[in-house]
């Protein structure tokens, strides 16, 4: 006979178990037997979450939603810690959430990582804090993308340059009313002649994307043909 009863129980599943005990009450020194009764315990399950690694780029969303975790597992985190690098809008998150995501921003050129340390929590029952390891890459953007302006019936040559190594770039010229060229595409540099057959001066948009660590933003370079 025991004068309490505090069990330690492990539930190993996605989901809820009831463990049921069939209890006899005793009393007195001959320790007469009492009507029995039933005890049920929910024995509800601790999300176990492994450490994870990740990729985002700058001004985007990233986000972690572990799987093999009980139904509607939430996650908590402090303030992250960054690993190398500039990175800004990073903050703690004590309000419970689906998923561990932010926007961040890589201010410089080259990938900045920052660490997460989330809790995951179901049920009001707590897990062990996983890592969560988000590599930043830098956004490219152009040196040298300032308005331009070329003479009627003169090549336009421009050869584009970015702050991120390795960056490339696609270029697209759709067709602009009063200028003979035919709507143009390309990658790196634009080597061409802009025909204006009005009396004003014509606007000429090049419309690039810039890629660079599978990241890709759109640039404008405005060019006058005069």
């Known amino acids: 006979p025991r004068n309490s009863f505090n069990p330690t129980l492990v539930n190993s599943t996605l989901a809820p178990v009831n463990v049921e005990f069939i209890v006899t009450p005793r009393t007195g020194s001959n320790l007469c037997a009492g009507n029995t009764f039933k ?6 399950p601790r999300p176990v979450v492994t450490d994870k690694v990740t990729t985002s780029c700058s001004g985007s969303t990233f986000a972690v939603s572990p799987t093999g975790v009980p139904e509607s597992t939430f996650y908590t985190w402090g303030v992250p810690v ?26 410089g050129n080259t990938p900045a ?33 300032g308005a331009k302006s070329v003479c009627n019936n003169s090549l336009f040559s421009f050869t584009p340059s970015a702050n991120v190594a390795g960056t490339s770039f696609q270029w697209v010229r759709n067709l602009v009313a009063n200028i003979t060229n035919p709507a143009a595409s390309g990658t790196g540099t634009i080597s061409e002649t802009l025909v204006n057959i009005s009396n004003n001066t014509e606007l000429v948009t090049y419309a690039f994307t810039l890629t660079a660590n599978s990241c890709s933003y759109n640039q404008e370079v405005p060019v006058s043909v005069r």
Do not use: E, H, R, W
Request: proline share 6%.
């Open 39 to 44: 005890i049920t315990v929910t024995v509800k």
């Open 82 to 107: 960054v690993i190398s690098g500039n990175i800004s809008g990073s903050n703690s998150q004590a309000s419970q959430q689906y998923f561990v995501g932010q926007v961040l921003t890589n201010n």
């Open 113 to 145: 990582v920052i660490q997460y340390l989330a809790v995951p929590i179901t049920a009001g029952c707590s897990g062990n804090p996983f890592s969560i390891l988000v590599t930043v890459n830098p956004q490219p953007v152009l040196d040298n993308s």
